[in-house]
């Protein structure tokens, strides 16, 4: 089945610079990749996601990256702010499939520091 | 639109209790439902898979006896935590997927609010 790997658990940014997360794959029929921002005690919220017919998508201060070859993809959140901090999930699935299970990935702490 | 609302939102109760959580899609069908389980600064586990009107698929290590699910209709699942012990105290998440308004094939995941598990 689908495994998925993200890097690093925590992470600590000065306001206003970027973050970066990276997660890997390892079923290559996996075609879809959303990435969740989860704060404490509530729900996972989509945020941003990627179809793997396209290698990047931009959303204001977020982007998403994405190689096949290598089944590595990538949240970028530029000029960070306070309410970005939270806990972030990249997640992969095979919309293909009958199940189309999301498989999530162990969550980056992400904090920003004033 | 595609709200999905999770009753109760917190449950204490003493250890050999059975407990129920409901996952209710309020403005739309949903065909597929998930389980996930997440502890405490852990990631989201997949716990089961439930079609309306047929049995759940169940994760590799997630005893189907223990955690009943049924998904009667297109709009309720339901997860019975039956004989909850303290290792059973979690946060637990059911998300909801809709067959309609897909998009390209690929269909959103709705999430739950949750509900926090305390087995004394």
């Known amino acids: 089945g689908e495994n998925v790997e993200q890097h690093p658990s925590t992470l600590s940014v000065q306001e206003g610079d970027s973050a970066v997360i990276k997660c890997t794959y390892s079923d290559s029929a996996s075609n879809y990749f959303p990435w969740y921002k989860q704060e404490l005690g509530k729900r996972p919220q989509l945020i941003i996601d990627?179809?793997?017919?396209?290698g990047e998508k931009k959303d204001q201060r977020i982007a998403v990256t994405l190689n096949k070859t290598a089944k590595h993809f990538s949240l970028h959140i530029t000029e960070t702010q306070p309410e970005d901090s939270a806990v972030y999930f990249c997640?992969?699935?095979?919309?293909?499939?009958?199940?189309?299970?999301?498989?999530f990935g162990s969550g980056t702490r992400l904090s920003i520091r004033p | 639109g595609a709200v999905v609302s999770q009753h109760p939102s917190w449950v204490i109760c003493k250890s050999g209790t059975s407990v129920k959580i409901e996952c209710r899609s309020l403005?739309?069908?949903?065909?597929?439902m998930f389980w996930y389980r997440q502890f405490p600064k852990q990631s989201l586990m997949l716990m089961a898979t439930s079609n309306e009107g047929s049995k759940a698929t169940y994760e590799q290590g997630v005893e189907k006896d223990k955690f009943l699910i049924n998904h009667a209709s297109l709009t309720l699942s339901t997860l019975t935590v039956t004989s909850a012990h303290p290792e059973d105290s979690s946060f637990y998440i059911c998300?909801?997927?809709?067959?309609?308004?897909?998009?390209?094939?690929?269909?959103?995941?709705?999430f739950g609010d949750g509900t926090r598990l305390s087995i004394l």
């Open positions: 997640a992969a699935s095979n919309s293909r499939s009958s199940a189309s299970k999301i498989i």
């Open positions: 403005d739309f069908q949903a065909t597929t």
């Open positions: 990627i179809r793997s017919n396209v």
């Open positions: 998300s909801a997927r809709t067959g309609q308004g897909a998009i390209n094939g690929y269909q959103p995941q709705h």
